[in-house]
């Protein structure tokens, strides 16, 4: 489902139970001049929101105190989302929406596609069918507008 | 086999053994199952572990293997592909139901790995085929075939399947025989109203992987035997690590064009070694260049020194784009179906050579070469020439006459990127389109006004698969772009590889013995070549191994990527700079794509018998249970393709697990464990047949990784084994601990897992160790004399460091396996 900024806001603040997963691209790339890792941190204190890097996103956050975040092979958190019993230290509770971030499509495609169980949402520039909810389709001055809007729709 | 069987004796020392039960059916191969037997037995095994020998093999025969594996190792589908259209009552769409046949949707994930590792077997068993009928027509199918006077024990993913290794073409053929016997049998179980089992889908995918290997090694064999390729194990252990010579010319700065050059393209060597044949026989090496793209490039430097080694296939556009080749010549498997109208765009002239790829052509192999020349002289721009003789010949007298004719320069001009460039609306068509997020419209506007920084940089990290030029609304020829902006980076591609070697020798195999238990792991880089970012990931990976004291071999395209990395002080190489030697601290290229057999589970099954007399002789389940105790890591780097799904199916079959790079993502299943789930973690004391619980580890079979930082940290993690020496683990937490650090930013949250006492500890993170056991994992430590007092069992026991290392994870030396056929026990049916 495409989801206009306002509903990806209202949807984050909604589920209690959720987790930002942050790709390695977050490190790489730039949007409307602001890193985009730094709109993952944005909504992680936003929302008081656990962060699980992966690639190599976690060297530029291991200093920041004010969010929770931990290295991960994304792989591992979705083979530990298969199974019943939710062991990953990162939240008490199994996550029921995780929010990804800065990964290659195809990646963020298969990552999502193998999760059953759970809610999914992607919010990077290219719609993504297989997730539960998904940003549409955006240039890179269009993808800086929806972030910022969720952000503004975020602190509301 | 009925009980009226005869008894078959075989003899090992002074003990008899009726071996007649050791096979499914021991009909018609009671000599060869005897031989095996009396020849890679002990007389100490035999008393103590049932016989058990799967020659020629089905899947199922070796399932007790696989069925270990995938329950340890469930796998997790993408499910990217949920509507099944394989049969008449279809499409049927899986999701939320079962199909008309009673299709799941994870069974039909299933049946789609086991389709991927068939196209994959495929693909190869028919290279492999070409090449042995055209051995066997030309020389004889009575010719014999050499080993190499090291490679004492044959080539072992052929053992480990059917015993032997062939020793005249007429046996090869045998092999093959068996080999494509199994295809048709595992592509039918993965049609409609077949196997329905996940497990006994992904263990025949398994199957198809391990038959793959096997006919990847019987190819690597005929090139050196038939085809004089360079071959280690034809060289005595003192020579080879500097053999052969890292002196090969690669890369597209390498080729003189000055010269009329012709390109080969694909898997099949066989018209480059014709054409290098007539040029030494009318001595036109020193007037005509012949390159190779991808498999065919590597194959060509293992047998013609001026041969220059260029690209990999999936970035062949580039060769395309500059107009490298006055002749191209393509063949089977690895060449593009646009490759015919690319090659066109740059007025060069197409041999097209296998029946695979036929470009809707007649083929001319019955004409004569006059003829064939005359109609490409006259205007005719792709010919279809099935004999590679022939072929070879043409495309060395074609590449004499057509050089003149062609423009010296294909690059678009300055003023010409600029104007494609001001076409550019910022849509970002070309951003969404690009599997690595390079190009973007802010990076055309850039060049607009004159700055190609940004463009230039995309030249080295573009794969050139042009879905960018293919997206954008505007027809901007982006990949023409790319390259126009960075004519410099061509020039600069310019580098020493050093050719593949072939299989890894026994006596290397004996010297490595002795530093097993010490070395950290043996990494085996696998893989196509083309990955999303950059053109240097291969190389930091090897360079990270390499000086970790890893013992690293290439194989595969990414090969030549190895070879781009130049230590800054010395300007030397890699493979230059270290040892070509199956060794710690040693980087050895084992060749092109079949050479993808010859660095991991063949060393390994080889290691088995070595060191451990583990038997090897259509004992794959032994071996493979064997292999998986010890500390070998494949990495797999570059595109999904068939093949590589299926290269990686045998090498996990092997018990070797594998990390894919970010291209990897395409797989459609991988096979993760679960480190919190401590019932999976146990292995079998060979003694006495009890269940221990150890360390989770290897944790992955089969991992997906997002960068090159994730497959250097995951190395040393899945390299830990149960049993191992002090020395190797405190190597295993130095690397592992440090890549976590250096690369993350803080140390991984599972080390403690592994610990089972303090001397396992490299002093330089000992205290750290013991003070983190203490304060976030509950263990009594005594700081001031760096002890462990009591360890916190998983199960939340304290226990003092006896018991501890006694009941989690096993000692070095102790027998264990994960098969209960293998527990040592007094057998009854001795004679």
């Known amino acids: 489902m495409i989801l206009a900024p306002d509903e990806t806001a209202k949807l984050i603040k909604e589920e209690k139970r959720r987790l930002l997963v942050a790709g390695s691209i977050c490190n790489d790339l730039e949007v409307g001049g602001k890193n985009l890792l730094d709109y993952v941190v944005d909504i992680a204190k936003l929302t008081d929101t656990p962060i699980v890097a992966t690639g190599s996103t976690m060297f530029h956050l291991k200093d920041n105190k004010e969010i929770k975040a931990k290295k991960m092979m994304a792989a591992d958190l979705v083979n530990f989302l298969r199974v019943e019993k939710w062991e990953e230290p990162i939240t008490p509770e199994r996550p029921e929406l995780l929010v990804f971030l800065g990964y290659y499509p195809d990646i963020v495609k298969m990552l999502v596609s193998t999760i059953r169980d759970g809610k999914t949402m992607v919010l990077d520039n290219r719609y993504m069918n297989e997730a539960t909810y998904s940003a549409p389709d955006m240039s890179f001055n269009e993808w800086a507008e929806y972030l910022d809007n969720v952000i503004d729709n975020l602190k509301k | 086999m009925g009980d009226d069987q005869k008894k078959v004796i075989a003899k090992v020392g002074n003990t008899e053994v009726d071996v007649s039960n050791a096979v499914r059916d021991i009909r018609g191969i009671e000599d060869l199952v005897k031989e095996s037997v009396e020849t890679t037995w002990s007389e100490n095994l035999v008393n103590q572990i049932k016989i058990s020998l799967t020659p020629y093999p089905h899947a199922s025969d070796i399932a007790e293997w696989d069925r270990f594996l995938l329950e340890r190792y469930p796998p997790l589908y993408t499910f990217t592909e949920k509507e099944c259209r394989d049969c008449f009552q279809g499409p049927c769409n899986l999701e939320g139901g079962k199909g008309a046949c009673g299709l799941t949707l994870e069974i039909f994930q299933a049946k789609l790995s086991l389709q991927s590792a068939c196209k994959g077997l495929a693909m190869h068993l028919f290279t492999c085929r070409e090449l042995l009928d055209y051995c066997i027509r030309e020389f004889g199918e009575d010719r014999e075939v050499k080993w190499g006077k090291t490679l004492v024990y044959g080539l072992m993913n052929v053992n480990i399947l059917i015993s032997e290794s062939p020793k005249t073409l007429r046996?090869?053929?045998?092999?093959?025989?068996?080999?494509?016997?199994?295809?048709?049998?595992?592509?039918?179980?993965?049609?409609?109203?077949?196997?329905?089992?996940?497990?006994?889908?992904?263990?025949?995918?398994?199957?198809?992987?391990?038959?793959?290997?096997?006919?990847?090694?019987?190819?690597?064999?005929?090139?050196?035997?038939?085809?004089?390729?360079?071959?280690?194990?034809?060289?005595?252990?003192?020579?080879?690590?500097?053999?052969?010579?890292?002196?090969?010319?690669?890369?597209?700065?390498?080729?003189?064009?000055?010269?009329?050059?012709?390109?080969?393209?694909?898997?099949?060597?066989?018209?480059?070694?014709?054409?290098?044949?007539?040029?030494?026989?009318?001595?036109?090496?020193?007037?005509?260049?012949?390159?190779?793209?991808?498999?065919?490039?590597?194959?060509?430097?293992?047998?013609?020194?001026?041969?220059?080694?260029?690209?990999?296939?999936?970035?062949?556009?580039?060769?395309?784009?500059?107009?490298?080749?006055?002749?191209?010549?393509?063949?089977?498997?690895?060449?593009?179906?646009?490759?015919?109208?690319?090659?066109?765009?740059?007025?060069s002239k197409i041999i097209t050579t296998s029946f695979t790829q036929t470009y809707g052509l007649e083929d001319r192999a019955l004409d004569s070469v006059d003829d064939i020349l005359s109609d490409l002289e006259k205007g005719t721009h792709v010919v279809l020439i099935s004999d590679p003789k022939k072929a070879g010949e043409v495309a060395v007298k074609l590449v004499q006459k057509v050089k003149d004719k062609r423009k010296s320069s294909y690059l678009l001009s300055t003023d010409e990127i600029k104007k494609y460039a001001a076409k550019c609306t910022d849509c970002d068509a070309c951003f969404k389109a690009c599997p690595a997020s390079l190009i973007s419209g802010r990076i055309l506007k850039s060049a607009m006004e004159g700055d190609f920084t940004k463009l230039a940089e995309i030249h080295d990290k573009s794969s050139y698969c042009g879905k960018c030029e293919q997206a954008c609304p505007e027809n901007i020829p982006l990949m023409d772009i790319f390259l126009a902006a960075n004519p410099q980076a061509i020039e600069e591609d310019n580098f020493k590889m050093r050719p593949g070697r072939g299989a890894i020798t026994s006596n290397e195999i004996r010297d490595i013995a002795i530093t097993m238990f010490s070395m950290p792991s043996a990494v085996s880089i696998i893989g196509c070549g083309n990955y999303p970012g950059a053109g240097s990931q291969v190389a930091e990976m090897a360079k990270e191994f390499v000086e970790?004291?890893?013992?690293?071999?290439?194989?595969?395209?990414?090969?030549?990527?190895?070879?781009?990395?130049?230590?800054?002080?010395?300007?030397?190489?890699?493979?230059?700079?270290?040892?070509?030697?199956?060794?710690?601290?040693?980087?050895?290229?084992?060749?092109?794509?079949?050479?993808?057999?010859?660095?991991?589970?063949?060393?390994?099954?080889?290691?088995?018998?070595?060191?451990?007399?583990?038997?090897?002789?259509?004992?794959?389940?032994?071996?493979?249970?064997?292999?998986?105790?010890?500390?070998?890591?494949?990495?797999?780097?570059?595109?999904?393709?068939?093949?590589?799904?299926?290269?990686?199916?045998?090498?996990?079959?092997?018990?070797?697990?594998?990390?894919?790079?970010?291209?990897?993502?395409?797989?459609?299943?991988?096979?993760?464990?679960?480190?919190?789930?401590?019932?999976?973690?146990?292995?079998?004391?060979g003694n006495t047949g009890d269940k221990g619980e150890t360390e989770p580890t290897p944790e992955h079979m089969l991992i997906p990784v997002e960068t090159v930082d994730e497959a250097i940290a995951l190395v040393p993690k899945l390299s830990f084994t149960t049993q191992e020496m002090d020395v190797s683990r405190q190597n295993k937490f130095d690397l592992y601990l440090n890549a976590y650090k250096k690369r993350f930013g803080e140390w991984p949250d599972d080390w403690h897992l592994f610990v089972k006492k303090e001397t396992e500890m490299p002093m330089t993170k000992k205290a750290k160790m013991l003070r983190l056991l203490e304060e976030e994992q509950g263990w009594e430590i005594d700081r001031k004399r760096g002890k462990i007092l009591k360890a916190k069992h998983r199960d939340g026991r304290l226990l003092v460091p006896g018991d501890y290392v006694y009941e989690y994870g096993f000692k070095s030396g102790q027998y264990i396996t994960t098969l209960d056929r293998l527990v040592y026990q007094v057998r009854k049916d001795r004679v």
Request: glycine content about 8%; charged content about 20%; proline content about 5%.
């Open chain 2, 548 to 685: 970790c004291n890893l013992s690293v071999v290439v194989s595969g395209c990414i090969a030549q990527d190895v070879a781009r990395y130049k230590y800054p002080k010395t300007g030397k190489t890699l493979f230059e700079t270290y040892p070509a030697l199956y060794n710690p601290r040693c980087l050895t290229n084992c060749g092109g794509c079949s050479a993808q057999a010859l660095g991991a589970s063949a060393p390994f099954y080889k290691l088995g018998y070595i060191a451990f007399r583990n038997p090897y002789k259509s004992a794959l389940a032994q071996q493979a249970d064997f292999v998986y105790r010890f500390a070998a890591v494949v990495i797999m780097w570059g595109p999904a393709t068939d093949i590589a799904y299926a290269v990686v199916a045998g090498h996990i079959r092997a018990g070797i697990p594998v990390i894919v790079g970010p291209y990897g993502s395409k797989f459609k299943r991988y096979l993760l464990g679960n480190k919190y789930d401590r019932s999976k973690w146990w292995m079998l004391h």
């Open chain 2, 171 to 347: 046996e090869v053929r045998e092999a093959l025989t068996y080999a494509e016997g199994q295809l048709p049998e595992l592509l039918t179980a993965a049609n409609v109203g077949r196997e329905s089992s996940i497990i006994d889908l992904e263990s025949k995918a398994f199957h198809a992987g391990s038959v793959l290997l096997f006919a990847m090694e019987l190819t690597e064999w005929l090139k050196f035997s038939m085809f004089d390729f360079t071959w280690a194990p034809d060289k005595e252990l003192t020579e080879i690590p500097a053999y052969p010579p890292p002196t090969s010319e690669a890369g597209l700065g390498s080729v003189d064009r000055s010269k009329p050059v012709i390109v080969f393209m694909g898997n099949d060597f066989l018209s480059a070694w014709m054409a290098v044949k007539y040029m030494k026989d009318n001595s036109l090496e020193d007037k005509i260049e012949v390159a190779g793209i991808g498999s065919v490039g590597h194959d060509m430097i293992r047998f013609y020194d001026n041969a220059r080694l260029l690209i990999s296939p999936t970035r062949a556009n580039k060769v395309f784009r500059l107009g490298m080749g006055d002749v191209i010549v393509l063949s089977d498997t690895c060449c593009k179906i646009d490759a015919v109208e690319e090659a066109l765009k740059t007025d």
